[in-house]
């Protein structure tokens, strides 16, 4: 999936600077509590991330549509059966744990991954 050269783009600056800074023996919490996430994988994280948006809100944060996915797909030249079926797999295991933790309370209720990033941006949220 094309979307992780750009992923790539976006941080690869920082996460240069955050390792140099962790290569001359400085603490940096931030890449030691990193999540490992295989590299077979991320597509499916980004794919994650762009079809997020299009989830159906409304008093409460709901689910990824299956037509967005399919729609996904279908721009991004997904054809491959197996593939298109692992891709929604994987999207509505993301997907179900996202909407299950959106729907805790306290003051993350109905946020999305879009919120969560830029909170983390402005230092509000670790």
């Known amino acids: 999936m094309g979307l992780q050269r750009r992923w790539g783009e976006s941080w690869h600056e920082k996460l240069e600077f955050l390792e140099g800074l ?29 079809l997020s948006p299009s989830r159906a809100m409304g008093m409460t944060v709901g689910y ?10 279908d721009i ?31 003051d993350k209720k109905g946020t999305t991954p879009e919120d969560t990033m830029r909170e983390r941006r402005r230092g509000r949220r670790r």
Do not use: T
């Open 22 to 50: 962790q290569d001359e023996g400085k603490n940096v919490p931030s890449l030691d509590d990193r999540p490992e996430l295989d590299p077979a994988l991320m597509g499916y994280w980004e794919a994650f991330h762009v």
């Open 76 to 106: 991004f030249s997904v054809e491959d059966s197996v593939e298109r079926e692992r891709l929604v797999l994987y999207i509505q295991a993301l997907d179900r744990v996202f909407v299950e933790h959106a729907h805790e309370p306290g």
């Open 64 to 73: 990824i549509p299956l037509e967005e996915m399919r729609a996904y797909m």
